[in-house]
């Protein structure tokens, strides 16, 4: 059974009002790398913001149990010169995804997918357009001739007696195009998460992933428990998935981080898997086009 058949999953839907048309007949995407987790999609019109971490370097965010973590980079775009953005994914809250300065200046009206923990926290923020997404629930998203729809994949953060005392993960499926079932490109967000047996389910579900988000950082709590997928992860997880292309993305950028960047690289290339990666420094773009049909 496909994930778009699955008879448990709920269906719900936001419809944007049309923006540029000069930015709407634009048959391009692209994906640009803000920082940490943060990213800016673009698709025919539509701007999707994932995991907004807009602190700068030497500030602090809080982890939970008195647990805090310094930035070291800077975001490549300060949050006030954003361009308009659409919609955000969160893949979880914690203060690294979706920092003070963002619940501060965020609009309240911003719509926000996300897991059902982290949208109770928003809801007590004041955050008023929430779609909480349970595994395999999709929301459709429409604005002007874009389509894209997001389906909340299997996540968790950290190993499973770990797991339970951090916040519930959402990895994300997006199918861009008129007919999701048939997408003109379909790409993968990991969220927080580590490889484990569910993970398997997602390219039974969604086969023919053309881009994958991988976070990674190998993030370390108290020294010792792992959290986020390592380098080694980090090519598993593209042997399970098996995109065309993958970007990594949430390395280098917290002391909490202690695999960097360097060590999936050398993984990958150890793996023959080069060719299939795309590397992006603060503030660069991939751009990705759809499929021909």
Known sequence: MSAQEAPTADTYT??????????????NGNVQFIGTATVLIRYR????MTDPNFLHKGEHVHL????TSQRRTNPAIDFD???PIDLVI???????HFDKLVQEKLPRNTPIVTNKEASEALKRLGFTQRFALSVWDRLEVTKGEARVRITAAPG???AAGVSVLLPKVMGSVLDFGANADAPDYRMYISGDTLVYDDIQTIPQRFPGIDLALLHLGGTRILGVFKVTMDGKDGVQMLQIIRPKK??????DDYD?????????AREVKAAGLEEGVVYLKHGESYTFTPRQR
């Open 45 to 48: 019109g539509l701007t999707i």
């Open 90 to 96: 969160l893949s979880h809250m914690h203060d690294d």
């Open 81 to 83: 010169k954003l361009p």
């Open 246 to 251: 993958a970007i990594p993305i949430h390395y």
């Open 64 to 67: 939970g149990y008195g647990l």
């Open 14 to 27: 936001l419809k944007l009002p049309a923006g540029d048309p000069a930015a709407a007949s634009e048959q």
């Open 256 to 264: 909490v981080f202690k695999s960097p960047l360097a060590d999936f």
């Open 156 to 158: 968790r953060h950290g």
